[in-house]
């Protein structure tokens, strides 16, 4: 079956504009995750959502960095007021997440974000 | 809190010779543990993990790993590497209670030379 889609696959904007990236996880997946990843380190995590759960924001290093989940479904990581240190690969995942387990995380290509 | 370290953020190896790629975690509670590999301009994919039952586990690709608890580490293992094992190589550790908190290791940059 499909796999996690993200989109853009690349995008360059200008300082201060505002930015809305997407992911379509895999279908019937409750659980999916956004993380950022910068040149040259790790995966950092932003947001967790499963079900219909509040969401898990620990990770979003700003209020500028927001994140929904509509419908369980489609995922929108929105950046606002963009910075040059927000450049980076924004990758979401999702797993089945049966309550108590832990599932595998199967991940998107990614949306590489150019601030300028 | 979780956490994960990776020895050596590039390791180079000769095709055909032993890859050990080395992760050491911290966790207030019994782990489970992962690892992901990212091919050049690819997305992330489990190359295996631990759960419970047997310590030595394998993966994908001839990869195999063993979790030894009094070392609280983790290393990736394959006895032959080849050109196409060229990646970036993630370390990931998951609190048993609370699933969802995944913590990556930096990386570890794995060059395979002819």
């Known amino acids: 079956g499909a796999g996690v889609s993200q989109s853009p696959s690349n995008k360059v904007t200008e300082k201060g504009k505002d930015v809305e990236l997407r992911c379509d996880p895999i279908?019937?997946?409750?659980?999916l995750y956004w993380y950022r990843q910068s040149l040259g380190q790790g995966l950092e995590f932003l947001i967790y959502?499963?079900?219909?759960?509040?969401?898990?924001k620990s990770g979003l290093p700003s209020d500028r960095f927001s994140a929904e989940r509509t419908g369980g479904s489609v995922s929108t990581l929105t950046i606002q007021r963009t910075q040059q240190e927000d450049s980076a690969v924004y990758l979401c995942?999702?797993?089945?997440?049966?309550?108590?387990?832990?599932?595998?995380?199967?991940f998107g290509p990614g949306t590489r974000l150019t601030v300028l | 809190a979780q956490s994960v370290t990776q020895l050596g953020s590039h390791v180079s190896v000769s095709e055909g010779a032993l890859v050990l790629l080395r992760c050491n975690y911290s966790?207030?509670?019994?782990?489970?543990l992962f690892w992901y590999v990212q091919y050049p301009n690819q997305g992330l994919q489990l190359l295996l993990k631990?759960?419970?039952?047997?310590?030595l586990v394998k993966g994908i690709n001839g990869f195999e790993a063993e979790f030894k608890k009094s070392e609280t580490s983790f290393h990736l293992t394959k006895p032959s590497a080849h050109m196409s094992d060229a990646a970036e190589y993630f370390c990931?550790?998951?609190?048993?209670?609370?699933?969802?908190?995944?913590?990556f290791g930096p990386g570890t940059r794995l060059s395979v030379l002819p």
């Open positions: 995942a999702s797993s089945r997440q049966a309550q108590g387990a832990v599932d595998t995380q199967y």
């Open positions: 279908s019937g997946h409750t659980a």
């Open positions: 959502f499963q079900g219909n759960s509040a969401p898990d």
């Open positions: 966790s207030s509670v019994p782990p489970y």
């Open positions: 631990y759960t419970t039952g047997a310590t």
């Open positions: 990931a550790v998951s609190d048993r209670n609370y699933g969802q908190n995944f913590v």
